[in-house]
């Protein structure tokens, strides 16, 4: 890897071929006492030889990687009528070297990760926390209203590479949405448009979101299920049914999700912040911040790594009870498979479900799992439980202070009070909440907080009723002065 000026480095980079790509990118299957390889072409969402999850590697020694992160800052400068235009525009795609398995030519994008770093002082001293050391980082600003859009960029690259043209995922809501979108968005290489199949619980999905997979056009399967009925039923699917799977066992969306983090550090002036606090479901991106860390840290990009911590919603803990509880590790990848399998047997065998009013995150399987375990290690994670009424106070604490961001965002801000609490994290430390959805997603859990609901529970701790009032101009300006 030597230095390299930047219009080298954009030389270099523009010109990467898909043959060179196949040389330098690989996906490799995550367990170590296995470590098959198979090349990008291949359509893999587990390895063929054990059964693990595959990670996208690439051959650093033969990428073009600026010498420091700062190189990516030129790309706001980049002129709109120029070759790279779309990509430099692009969150995740300006990112490229980070990520290089793919050429500026076979690039998906719709203007995903055009989201910045906020630093929230009112917010901070709500909380305690010293201003100057509390961001938001808000995903919710995405073209379809969450963060899955940066994995779909990456993930509906490769579909289209691979000439792939029925997307398929399970959803709780905001994959589906996403899924739906870059489908119509995305010509497949013969020109045909996509077939978007989405698969989501029956009353588990909230209507900002149905509301987007139907408008789309998607194919909206709802079954008699909860989420893991439908990632169960998906998996088994996608070769009776030729999807090409978008969840995020599908390894290319976890490149895209790398790119929040890159966004961090940017907005840091490219340092390396104290905490990362994320809402936990699936663990895509827990998955995908640690593998980010873990290759900035192996190229010589950053001398350290946050500490990451995962909030659950406590009726969906799967990930705080296995972490906390029975405390399995990830061990170099020699993480206690039959204790998590006897854990999943009991609570089965008691009839458990998810439930969570963050229909977001109500899932009790998460198939990242050991990249989780993996991060966890990485970024001396920790994992934390919070109640439903601490992610709606945590969410109606953001939306009051002027981000707003949907239910499952708010275990973000719950976490960060708890952990707080729990002088796990300092009034100083410098830390950065990940807002993962908008708040428009769900405005039915919004009013019920501040309204009180219709089947008669009370309205929440931080709400902010609708006032009656006589249509009467007199009265309106004494309840404004009272
Ligand atoms: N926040 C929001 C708004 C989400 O939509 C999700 C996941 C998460 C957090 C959890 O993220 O899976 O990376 O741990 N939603 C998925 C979906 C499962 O189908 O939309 P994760």
Known sequence: MGTRTPIQLQLLSNNLTMSIMNDIAFQQCMAPDCGATYGLGEVLFACRRCGALLDIRYDWSRCPVPKSLSFFESRWQTPIRSRE?????????????????ASLEEHVTIGEGRTLLQQADELAVTLGVKPGCLYLQYEGFNPSGS???NGMAAAFTTARRLGRRRMGCASTGN????????????????????QAVVFVGGDKIAFGKLAQALDFGAKTIQIDGDFDACMELVQEAVDRLGLYLMNSVNPFRLEGQKTIMYRVLEGLGWEVPDWVIVPGGNLGNTSAFGKAFIELRELGLVNRVPRLAVINARGANTLYELHEQEKIRFDNGRWDRTRVEAWYARTSAEGRRAKTVASAIEIGRPVNLPKALRSLEAMEGVVRQVSDEAILDGKALVGAHGYGCEPASGASVAGLRLLLDERVISHSDRVVCIL???????????LNYHRGSRDGTGVGSFANSPVPCATDIEAIAKLLDA
Not at 85 to 101: I, K, M, Q, T, Y
Not at 181 to 192: D, E, W
Not at 436 to 446: A, E, I, R, S, W
């Open 85 to 101: 235009a779309r990509a430099d525009f692009s969150g995740v795609w300006r990112f490229r070297e980070l990520l290089p398995f």
């Open 147 to 149: 963060f899955k859009d």
């Open 175 to 194: 994959t589906s949405a996403s899924l739906a979108m870059y489908a119509r968005h995305t010509p497949s290489l013969n020109g045909h448009s996509m």
């Open 436 to 446: 993962t959805g908008h708040q428009l997603k769900d405005p039915d859990v919004t």
